[in-house]
């Protein structure tokens, strides 16, 4: 009798193992940072492409010993100081005081680094839009609403919340990356929140329109808006004459500061595992981010896995008649053109391209784009994959058909591609497995797969480890299965030889 592979033992002690090492190193000797002009040698922790990126790079970069790491959101620079990874990180104050409020072990220390201003973003040409806008956001300065929702949000004087008002009608489509609190979050019920929000729909009720929100990486905004996918942006873009080359801005909505935090804090704070585990899961439901990321995962990845499979047989099936007869040479030329493209670039540059360029003036569904993108990237590699695996069968099986008076195509079909497609399964499993893990990108383009909605989780509970954590075990757990399918496969067809 076969022993059953017990899987779920092994990935509850590989969980817990992550558990346990997630603090190792945290003790190492580091670089202590208590004033600016300590940040001269130390490994600093920045958000790319926010001021504090840009201030740490013209400041210290040159300087001996400085180690700038760029992270691409604010709460993985926390997780690496929290770590002992980094020394400092610099970030904007008051997200750095909402992520100390939920980490007593950090602190941030008293000197502001850059006085800033926040302003929304536009694609260059929009003068129209950004000047209704402004008319906006000065008439809730001008009676009062934008300082009480600062009150609430900012200075947490007061419990005043706008509703909006406009929910018909035309609609602004504003690009935000919902994980820079107290600006941009998630609360309980999944529901997008902040002083940004409050104010988009104050000053869009000003201007008699629908608000469509799009969570989507923060170095992605910019492009965005760019190409029209989103009419503005917002998500603590400070004012800087280098960002007016390429972008517009409105008029400035609040004035902030870069500050540093440091590990340091009160460390009595301490919860437990069972804490973090009801924290990042139970309550409020927030597992629910998971299952909904993973349904957007499947999703894609079935698809794509059939546009992979059709389109990536159509180019081999041109290879092999070129390499066999001759035949089909422009299409061939096509075929390789294609082929070294796609494999020679990243498939998130694609990703982009096909979302931000090719689909610029289209609006269309992000699952679709997806599916396309992902599809488009995976049938390159099917192509050789099938492609290796029809010229690996003996050229006397063609020749055996040729004399038996069969079509080119009908010993192909009846005689190799059966053969082929033993010889090559293991390859295309593995292609399937990586185009499965590929689509963790899709957070790019505002899609919230598995491996975004841990990241929401993240931004709730300012946690790393518990919710990637639990994404790495879903990926690993999609992984193992298919493994498993395959090889009980490739076991039926090796019966079949016998």
């Known amino acids: ?243 007016k080359k390429s972008i517009d801005f409105s008029e400035s909505y609040i004035d902030t500061a870069q500050v540093m935090m440091v590990k340091g804090g009160n460390t009595a704070g301490a919860v437990s595992f069972k804490e973090k585990f009801h924290n990042n899961f139970i309550k409020d439901g927030r597992w629910h981010y998971l299952v909904r990321g993973l349904g957007y995962t499947l999703l894609i990845t079935f698809f794509a896995v059939i546009v992979g499979i059709l389109f990536g047989f159509l180019l081999a099936v041109i290879r092999v008649a070129y390499d066999k007869n001759g035949s089909l040479p422009v299409l061939n030329c096509i075929a390789k053109l294609y082929l070294t493209i796609v494999r020679g670039t990243p498939v998130m540059v694609q990703l982009l391209i096909i979302y931000y360029v090719v689909f610029a003036s289209v609006n269309i569904s992000k699952v679709f784009v997806a599916i396309v993108a992902f599809g488009l990237n995976s049938a390159a590699y099917v192509a050789e994959i099938i492609r290796s695996g029809i010229m690996s069968i003996d050229d006397g099986q063609f020749e055996a058909g040729k004399s038996l008076g069969l079509k080119f195509h009908t010993v192909m079909i009846y005689v190799i591609l059966p053969q082929a497609f033993k010889n090559v399964l293991p390859a295309l499993a593995n292609e399937f497995i990586s185009l499965l893990k590929e689509t963790s990108i899709s957070g790019y383009i505002g899609l919230s797969d598995l491996t975004r909605g841990g990241q929401t989780i993240q931004s709730l509970t300012y946690d790393a480890l518990l919710p990637l954590g639990a994404v790495a075990i879903v990926y690993l757990v999609l992984v193992v299965g298919l493994s498993t399918l395959v090889g009980k496969l490739e076991r039926g067809l090796k019966k079949n030889e016998r």
């Not at 609360?187 to 989507?216: H, K, R, S």
Request: proline share 2%.
């Open 1 to 243: 009798m076969k022993k059953k592979r017990l899987y779920l033992p092994v990935l509850l002690a590989a969980f817990t193992l992550m558990t346990a090492f997630s603090g190792c190193g945290s003790d190492k000797k580091s670089h202590i940072v208590k004033q600016a002009s300590d940040l001269a040698g130390a490994k600093i922790g920045v958000q790319v492409g926010t001021t504090g990126d840009a201030y740490v790079t013209e400041n210290f970069e040159k300087k001996k010993g400085t180690d700038i790491q760029r992270y691409d959101k604010g709460a993985d620079a926390v997780q690496a100081l929290k770590q002992g990874k980094i020394d400092t990180v610099v970030i904007d104050d008051q997200v750095a005081k909402a992520f100390a409020e939920k980490n007593p072990e950090l602190s941030i220390l008293d000197e502001d680094l850059v006085v800033e201003q926040y302003a929304t973003v536009f694609a260059k040409g929009k003068d129209e839009l950004r000047d209704k806008f402004n008319k906006g956001l000065a008439a809730i300065k001008a009676n009062g609403t934008l300082d009480k929702i600062t009150d609430t949000w900012i200075k947490g004087e007061g419990d005043y919340h706008y509703k909006k008002k406009v929910t018909t009608g035309d609609k602004l489509v504003v690009a935000s990356s919902i994980d820079f609190p107290p600006y941009e979050s998630f609360d309980g019920e999944g529901n997008i929140v902040g002083f940004d929000v409050e104010m988009l729909y104050a000053v869009t009720d000003q201007m008699g329109v629908a608000v469509e929100i799009q969570n989507i990486q923060f170095d992605s905004i910019i492009a965005a808006v760019d190409a029209g996918k989103a009419d503005i942006g917002v998500s603590g873009f400070t004012i800087t004459e280098d960002r």
